[in-house]
């Protein structure tokens, strides 16, 4: 009875050292150093041009109405801009601006030779039409990657669109990591024109035909995907790819042992005193023991967004 005893009291100790082995097991992936060390390639490429009298980009970010998550945003991306050497500038509007100011602004940024890049932070209230805005804008300005002559020329392989930012970061977070896609298995959670759509265009694509394409195997789930039907596909997934905004929605159980999770959710959660907390989609908790690669949140596709964004204005000026 006593050797029985013992064994099991050996074996546990055993799970339990295996237990400990596996906590924190994932790999994190840091996006705030990433984002660091793209906005350092790219201060470094201002610099130059600044010493060498070349043409300093300039973003016009046009913000309406308070939305406490857009001020922090924007926010960000200023700061963003400031350290790589990017001339910014923030147009605030009233949340009840009518559509047609909103319209004859973006029209003359459009025809300003001092102004390279031009975003309109999402959302925008809902008396004013989020595409029609999105399409006004110039498309060779549009650092956002949402105008339809962007989007469409990056379903169809053209080199020179521009792409949007989240989708990006979430690429540049996989290429910097050495995650490898060719032939590999992913699901993208969210089906978004801004987001989950492209992100899962991109890692789709054809690395033959473009020198984006990660050649991955992709599914896309929507609300509509059942949680046997999610739990079947991120099984069998190498990489998860996360942008619903739904807390919890990819649990350990449904990992598979050492895949890479990429959460691009961010919902901002209120505390009993009041204050707020940032969680992704993704149980870190749990998933991190599973997994082989977590983003955090906050500090993972967010932060690379804002670094993406600095490469898109870049881009205006060099190409
Ligand atoms: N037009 N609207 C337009 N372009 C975009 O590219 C965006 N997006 C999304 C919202 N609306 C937009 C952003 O910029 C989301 N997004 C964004 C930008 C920055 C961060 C997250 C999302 C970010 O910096 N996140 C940090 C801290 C967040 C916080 O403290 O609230 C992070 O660590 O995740």
């Known amino acids: 009875m006593n050797m029985i005893a013992n064994s099991l009291k050996n074996y546990l100790k055993c799970r339990q050292i295996q237990i400990n082995f596996h906590r924190f097991s994932a790999v994190l992936l840091d996006g705030k150093r990433i984002s660091k060390q793209v906005q350092n390639e790219i201060k470094a490429k201002l610099d130059y041009r600044q010493k060498n009298g070349l043409k300093v980009p300039q973003l016009t970010v046009i913000q309406v109405g308070n939305n406490a998550a857009s001020e922090t945003y924007i926010k960000n991306k200023l700061a963003a801009a400031k350290y790589v050497g990017i001339d910014s500038k923030v147009i605030n509007f009233n949340e009840n601006v009518s559509e047609k100011d909103l319209i004859s602004c973006i029209k003359d940024l459009n025809t300003d030779a001092n102004v390279n890049g031009i975003l309109v932070q999402l959302p925008l209230p809902n008396h004013i039409d989020k595409k029609l805005i999105c399409n006004i804008i110039n498309p060779n300005k549009d650092v956002d990657g949402f105008h339809y002559q962007n989007a469409g020329k990056m379903f169809y392989d053209i080199e020179n669109s521009i792409k949007a930012c989240t989708p990006l970061a979430v690429v540049e977070i996989l290429k910097r990591s050495n995650i490898q896609t060719l032939g590999k298995t992913a699901v993208v959670c969210g089906r978004s024109k801004n987001v989950g759509l492209p992100i899962a265009l991109l890692l789709q694509a054809d690395s033959k035909k473009t020198k984006w394409g990660l050649d991955a195997t992709v599914s896309i789930c929507n609300r509509n995907t059942s949680r046997s039907q999610l739990s079947d596909l991120c099984k069998l997934a190498d990489i998860i ?79």
């Open 241 to 319: 790819i996360s942008a619903t905004g739904v807390p919890n929605l990819i649990t350990a159980d449904i990992v598979k042992p050492g895949a890479c999770i990429i959460d691009v959710g961010i919902t901002r959660i209120q505390n009993e005193n009041g204050t707020f907390k940032l969680v992704g989609d993704v149980n870190f908790e749990g998933v991190s023991k599973v997994a082989g690669h977590i983003t955090p949140v906050p500090g993972g596709v967010g932060p690379m967004t804002v670094a993406m964004l600095m490469q898109n204005v870049l881009n205006t000026v060099e190409s």
